[in-house]
């Protein structure tokens, strides 16, 4: 990820949420993949 695309504060927020969503012992990694794409998705960033 470019660190210019967003303000430091709203990197390290994103950063901060990003990892704690992907180091989970609740759901599945499989899971927590799709809620990634979805998450991306919804927001207009496509594959």
Do not use: H, R, W
């Not at 992907?22 to 990634?36: A, C, G, R, W, Y």
């Amino acid at each position: 990820m470019d660190a210019d695309l967003l303000p430091e504060n709203l990197s390290s927020a994103y950063k901060a949420f990003f990892d704690s969503a992907q180091s989970n012992d609740i759901l599945e990694p499989k899971t927590t993949v799709m809620i990634s794409i979805a998450t991306s998705m919804a927001i207009g960033c496509y594959p």
